[in-house]
């Protein structure tokens, strides 16, 4: 493989949360990726979308500490992420026409992607996002075939 994979919210969620019901997925995609020789690309609306999945998390689970072990490694990445946040703007309104022909099955970052995509500013996501299906030609890795 070696190309660039981008990691979407859910499997960044599912590698760092081991209570993630989706947690041994995305450790097991992680590590084909990595055998694969996969370059993991993270993008910044995409960890800002985990990070509020742990903050959320942590409070109803009441565990400030695990919040804290998450935090200090989202904020390790902070020379990796790749900013892309400033092109919503720019396709705020093909976002909202992603999300329609959807039927609501991608939100705001996923449609956002849909598009970035489009227009080669990224490569294969890697996702557990089954809404994607819905976009032919959309490259993604880590659903299951149908």
Request: proline content about 4%; charged content about 25%.
């Amino acid at each position: 493989m070696g190309d660039s994979v981008v990691l979407d919210a859910n499997v960044i969620v599912g590698w760092l949360d081991d209570k993630d019901a989706l947690h041994e997925r995305a450790k097991a995609l992680t590590f084909q990726l990595k055998l694969d020789g996969a370059m993991p690309v993270l993008v910044d609306f995409l960890v800002a979308e985990a990070v509020s999945v742990f903050t959320r998390r942590a409070r109803e689970r009441k565990a400030p500490q695990q919040l804290r072990t998450l935090l200090a490694t989202t904020r390790s990445w902070e020379q990796q992420i790749l900013p892309l946040v400033a092109s919503t703007s720019r396709l705020w309104g093909a976002v909202h026409d992603v999300i329609d022909a959807s039927s609501g099955r991608l939100n705001f970052n996923d449609a956002l992607l849909v598009l970035l995509q489009a227009e080669r500013w990224i490569g294969t996501v890697a996702t557990f996002d089954e809404g994607f299906r819905d976009f032919p030609g959309f490259k993604h890795i880590g659903l299951p075939p149908r």
